[in-house]
């Protein structure tokens, strides 16, 4: 247990389905990412926020839309996804002076 | 952030020392090297991190050589729970935000 919850732990949604992933984190970070694992590849950063503020974006496209409403709460939007986009999607946290991040169990997404 | 080598691939028998390798050779001065692992489905866990000197925590040790060119994890007294994929990986300790994760070394624990 890393103090990084994640829910759903599985969601199964249809191309044009709209659906959210949230994740909380009972750590007192300051900072949170969007990772995403898909099958036999490694671990692709996708956004980071700062103190609620976005400081990266790595280049993924609209259809993911993230949201940060305060230091503890980090949800990634979801909305006319593909097929491809099924993978696991990890949540992860970091202190404002640490440099250890602490990954939540994700979300295994599958885009029927 | 540097890129490390690692095997894609190790067995262990169960009680013994488990040895993962990682190559490093372009590491910079300020950079130092983070151990996670990631046991099937679940989010990477941390390890452990060191810049030069050996570092021992409860779950591992890290061995750094003296030119910081590579590194080797050990796991003392390896476990069935120990099969996961390990994942090496250099950057500096502030200042960037990225983990950037290669296809680490599968590691299977045998009964």
């Known amino acids: 247990e890393t103090g990084v919850t994640q829910t759903p732990r599985h969601l199964v949604m249809g191309m044009t389905n709209k659906k959210s992933l949230k994740c909380e984190q009972h750590l007192g970070h300051n900072a949170m990412y969007w990772y995403k694992q898909s099958a036999k590849k490694p671990l692709e950063l996708m956004f980071v926020?700062?103190?609620?503020?976005?400081?990266e974006n790595n280049s993924v496209p609209s259809r993911f839309s993230p949201e940060c409403p305060n230091s503890s709460h980090l949800f990634l939007h979801l909305h006319t996804l593909q097929p491809e986009d099924s993978a696991l999607y990890l949540c992860a946290s970091r202190s404002g002076t640490g440099d250890t991040q602490y990954f939540g169990p994700g979300t295994r997404l599958t885009v029927l | 952030d540097a890129k490390t080598t690692q095997p894609p691939s190790m067995d262990c028998a169960e009680g013994r020392a488990a040895n993962l390798p990682c190559n490093h050779s372009t590491i910079s001065g300020n950079e130092y090297v983070y151990w996670y692992r990631q046991i099937h489905s679940q989010g990477p866990q941390y390890i452990i991190h060191g810049l030069k000197n050996n570092e021992t925590n409860e779950m591992a040790s890290l061995i750094i050589t003296e030119d910081r060119k590579s590194s080797t994890l050990i796991l003392p007294h390896a476990t069935l729970r120990d099969t996961a994929v390990y994942y090496c990986?250099?950057?500096?300790?502030?200042?960037?935000?990225?983990?950037?994760f290669g296809t680490g070394t599968r590691l299977t624990i045998i009964p």
């Open positions: 926020y700062n103190f609620k503020e976005q400081t």
């Open positions: 990986i250099v950057r500096p300790n502030f200042g960037n935000e990225k983990l950037t």
